[in-house]
Nanobody, 126 residues
Framework: QVQLVESGGDLVQPGGSLRLSCAASGFALDDYAIAWFRQVPGAEREGVSC????????YYADSVKGRFTISRDNAKNTAYLQMNSLKPEDTAVYYC???????????????????WGQGTQVTVSS
């Protein structure tokens, strides 16, 4: 059974940092690209970052570029999203998603990803 489980969401003050984890089971992560999306109530789920599997390709939304870093540890079957200099507008539920042999780019869409985690809440507030 393919499963993705996010963890690491929390309440943090503006300017703080968090690291989200996405643990995969039921499949080998090194065959899949991993993306992070986020969603606030009443809004569309937006792509935040993505890391491809076969090539050294990453994508970051302009809103997080320079503050967030995506990475993967295929030996642990886990991907990460390091979030620094957090802002109140980063508050959202964060989801990880997987897509087989996918090339990450600014064209990525949620429909490109077939497997999703349950989400983890990130709240940035003083």
């Amino acid at each position: 059974q393919v499963q993705l489980v996010e963890s690491g969401g929390d309440l943090v003050q503006p300017g703080g940092s968090l690291r989200l984890s996405c643990a995969a089971s039921g499949f080998a992560l090194d065959d899949y690209a991993i993306a992070w999306f986020r969603q606030v109530p009443g809004a569309e789920r937006e792509g935040v970052s993505c890391i491809s599997n076969r090539v050294d390709s990453t994508y970051y939304a302009d809103s997080v570029k320079g503050r967030f870093t995506i990475s993967r540890d295929n030996a642990k079957n886990t991907a990460y999203l390091q979030m620094n200099s957090l802002k109140p507008e980063d508050t959202a539920v964060y989801y990880c998603a997987a897509s087989w042999d996918y090339y990450c780019s600014a064209w990525m869409r949620k429909g490109d990803f077939s497997s999703w985690g349950q989400g983890t809440q990130v709240t940035v507030s003083s």
